[in-house]
Nanobody, 115 residues
């Protein structure tokens, strides 16, 4: 079992920045990948960014160049720095972890970008 606790969501104006953070209850030693997904109202959950245990990263096309994912193995955390936010980035953001081949999700944190 892995518990994930997200923080950092909130309301921001378009063009602004937010930083999301997710703390995992397990050491990242056995974590294959950590990342962020989001789900906007009426839409399916989609991948935002993911980072593997080898620090390989993958981003959704819609956030490339604006968002940066990073992890801290000492703190068992994964962060998402979001810059140049757009109203279409409004969604609930979920932390994700692949721990020993099993998927774990946080409860989500709401990001609202006003125009």
């Amino acid at each position: 079992q892995v518990q994930l606790v997200e923080s950092g969501g909130g309301l921001v104006q378009a063009g602004g920045s937010l930083r999301l953070s997710c703390a995992a209850s397990r050491t990242t030693f056995s974590i294959n990948a950590m990342g962020w997904y989001r789900q906007a109202p009426g839409k399916q959950r989609e991948l935002v960014a993911i980072i593997t245990s080898r620090d390989s990263t993958n981003y959704a096309d819609s956030v490339k160049g604006r968002f940066t994912i990073s992890r801290d193995t000492a703190k068992n955390t994964v962060d998402l720095q979001m810059n140049s936010l757009k109203p279409e980035d409004t969604a609930v953001y979920y932390c994700y972890v692949d721990y020993r081949g099993m998927d774990y999700w946080g409860k989500g944190t709401l990001v609202t970008v006003s125009s």
